[in-house]
Nanobody, 120 residues
Framework: QVQLVESGGGSVEAGGSLKLSCEAS????????VAWYRQAPGKEREEVGG???????KYTDTVKDRFIISHDNAKDTLYLQMNNLRLEDTGTYTC???????????????WGQGTQVTVS
């Protein structure tokens, strides 16, 4: 099973940028897709965006035009470039890898430990 390790979090002022990395112990696209999630204090975890093996990328509306998901297959690493950060982007960011379940649904079952992003 692929293991995921995030890095790149930190504190930044509103309007600033951060780039998160998610390094996988194996081929990051061994399953049905990868994604970035975040969880703010007191709120439920939400999907920030995801990337499928065939290159399709989706973003949640609140980060469209500000965040960019990319990957480097040679490094088995997923990235999240975050620009024009807002206070509400504060939270723990976690990457996840999915496997297709019995019903054909991509289920994210492999998670990293998360990296904290604080926007002030």
């Amino acid at each position: 099973q692929v293991q995921l390790v995030e890095s790149g979090g930190g504190s930044v002022e509103a309007g600033g940028s951060l780039k998160l990395s998610c390094e996988a112990s194996g081929y990051i696209f061994s399953g049905c897709g990868v994604a970035w999630y975040r969880q703010a204090p007191g709120k439920e975890r939400e999907e920030v965006g995801g990337l499928t093996p065939d290159g399709k990328i989706k973003y949640t509306d609140t980060v469209k035009d500000r965040f960019i998901i990319s990957h480097d297959n040679a490094k088995d690493t997923l990235y999240l470039q975050m620009n024009n950060l807002r206070l509400e982007d504060t939270g723990t960011y976690t990457c996840a890898a999915g496997q297709t379940d019995w019903y054909g649904t991509c289920v994210y079952g492999t998670w990293g430990q998360g990296t904290q992003v604080t926007v002030s």
